[in-house]
């Protein structure tokens, strides 16, 4: 019998807006509880899994909006949870930057396809 | 009549770990999460109520885990939902490592009764 996949989160952070380190930590927070909601609702048992083997998770990084959108629509795509994030902008950005892109808890192979090949922040 | 507060969660991180960017910002993610599920259990009004608000959250310092250990239990003896976060040790720290707290979701001067006066990371 196959043996279970492990679940995992993938955080994307774009690096071309130069995000001090606070702020970047508060979005990918906001990327990862808002992916983590979809999965609670749309796949609980992913959720569960992921949960129970300590929430593992990724931060990695690409260049721009452009490429967080490409991955969002992969991530839709391939039915994954996915939330991209837009900054409310009280400070630093422009209201409605956005800054990063939560996919997951999915099966390490899913999310891997999607951002497999992105260099961790 | 009063207005209602405003909710919002503050992380600590340590400062005297030296976390490179990405593996703060999935510590800070781990502990935003942790302690928004124990809002939703425990105090679900204050969840949803922080959740419509745009989940306000703030990322502040503190020097190392004994400070985190004194907010950690200035937060649970205000009743605030609160979670120490234990790092794996997969990568760059010790298992076990303490590396960050997150606190509330809570009413803006709940939190800020704890962690006002804590710079921003």
Redo the contacts between chains.
């Keep these: 019998m196959a043996e279970k996949s492990q679940m995992k989160q993938a955080?994307v952070?774009r690096v071309d807006l130069k995000m001090?380190?606070?702020?970047?930590?508060?979005q990918?927070?906001?990327?990862?509880?808002s992916a983590?909601e979809e999965a609670m609702e749309r796949r609980p048992e992913w959720y569960a899994r992921w949960k129970e083997g300590?929430?593992a998770?990724?931060?990695?990084?690409v260049q721009d909006e452009e490429g967080l959108q490409e991955l969002f629509r992969k991530s839709r795509s391939a039915r994954l949870p996915a939330a991209l994030i837009q900054d409310?902008g009280l400070t630093q950005l422009e209201p409605g930057t956005i800054t990063c892109l939560g996919i997951g808890p999915g099966p390490d192979e899913e999310v891997d396809m999607i951002t497999g090949k992105l260099k961790?922040?």
């Design positions: 955080v952070v001090g380190k606070g702020k970047l930590a508060a990918v927070a906001h990327a990862s509880l983590a300590g929430q998770k990724i931060v990695v990084k409310r961790l922040l």
